[in-house]
């Protein structure tokens, strides 16, 4: 399967790809996924990468060698690799004339809604300018307790806030097996997976030693996450030296396919998960705009109801007090009262900051009733 029908792709990579086994950058093999990365954004892709790595190159400079880490020296570790890491993408990028950005998460910036939608532009705002976002996660931080603990996880939580079509994990391994086929040489490959049925999920193994800190049972998790968010993900060795582009010439893999698209995915959650903290009411022209599929701007607003925060989500409804959306606000109640019935280049003015133009984008908008 290739990449055709693909506008918006998350990559991830796991640390035994990154790193060699003295805590170095695999600097031929990164070229090679960066000539994948150049490839694809040359056909236009919007191209995101996760990248492990961090620790496993920081335990080496900060000379902890193989040893078992304490929860500060591992954060120690991070906070050193991560150096070196982003260096490493910033360098195989700029060699093919892209810019890199760095970006560190923690679960709050995905799951929180506030936090969500900032992060969520950012990235938007990156893919604009035709920037790579290099994501990890901020270790150096985050709690044992408040942490993704793996990059699958984190990489499918970033095609979730992305909107991303597609997500491809990099690993030791070419795909999802009915058993270990290290430990079972009759163990069958998948090629597709349509549903995480419990016997598909029963297939997961443990993680085999070295530096990855996931393993089937992860990547089955991310799996769970992708496909909510109706994106594809594809299990892929990145043994070779464009997996990518082996990918699209047919290499094994496997891929889980969900059953809508990201958009779908997201305004059915907006729509049927997230609860009301509030509303907006909103007057006819602006809702003959919305069901066009545009924004609300404040221009649009006559009036707010209840007492919600920037990213909560709201109803919006008509001047006879009908429900005909809802969506994640990009503004609290106090601050749409005040710019309500106003065009989007007064904001400024009338709060002191420039925010969004919109009250709710068009894709935080699941149109109603609900």
């Known amino acids: 399967m290739s990449f055709e029908n693909v506008k918006r792709l998350v990559v991830k990579t796991g640390s035994a790809l990154m790193v060699d086994a003295e805590g170095g950058v695999r600097a031929d093999w990164l ?4 000539d994948d990365v150049a490839m694809l954004k040359a056909r236009g892709l919007d191209v995101i990468v996760v990248t492990s790595g961090a620790v496993a190159i920081g335990r080496w400079k900060l000379g902890y060698g193989t040893r078992v880490l304490k929860i500060e020296e591992k954060q120690a570790a991070a906070a050193t690799g991560q150096v070196w890491l982003a260096h490493a993408w910033l360098e195989a990028l700029a060699a093919r004339g892209i810019v890199g950005a760095q970006l560190l998460l923690t679960p709050d910036d995905t799951e929180s809604r506030r936090r969500h939608l900032n992060a969520r532009a950012t990235v938007a705002t990156l893919l604009e300018t035709g920037a790579v976002p290099i994501i990890n996660e901020n270790d150096t931080v985050a709690t044992e307790e408040l942490r993704f603990g793996d990059n699958d996880r984190l990489a499918a ?7 991303a079509d597609a997500l491809v994990l990099l690993s030791d391994i070419d795909g999802l ?3 270990d086929p290290h430990r079972d040489p009759a163990a069958r490959h998948l090629p597709q997976v349509t549903d995480l049925t419990p016997e598909i999920l029963a297939m ?3 993680a085999r030693p070295g530096y990855s800190s996931g393993g089937m049972v992860t990547k089955l998790g991310a799996a769970r996450i992708a496909l909510g968010a109706g994106c594809r993900m594809a299990i892929a060795s990145g043994k070779r030296m464009r997996p990518l582009q082996a990918l699209e010439q047919g290499a094994r893999c496997t891929w889980f396919m969900p059953q809508g698209s990201p958009a779908s995915a997201r305004k059915r959650w907006i729509a049927g998960t997230v609860e009301p903290a509030g509303a907006v009411v909103i007057d006819d022209g602006a809702v003959r705009a919305l069901g066009q599929g545009k924004s609300l701007l404040p221009a649009g607003v006559v009036g707010v109801e209840g007492s919600f925060e920037r990213g909560d989500a709201i109803r919006v409804r008509d001047k006879a007090g009908r429900e005909v959306a809802r969506g994640l606000s990009a503004y609290a109640a106090a601050d ?3 710019i309500q019935g106003r065009r989007s280049s007064d904001i400024e003015e009338l709060l002191g900051y420039r925010g969004r133009d919109e009250i709710i984008h068009r894709d935080d908008l699941a149109m109603g009733p609900v």
């Open 157 to 163: 939580r970033v095609a979730q806030m992305a909107s």
């Open 204 to 206: 997961a193994g443990e």
């Open 336 to 338: 749409i009262a005040r």
């Open 31 to 34: 070229a090679g996924l960066a």
């Open 177 to 179: 097996y009915t058993a």
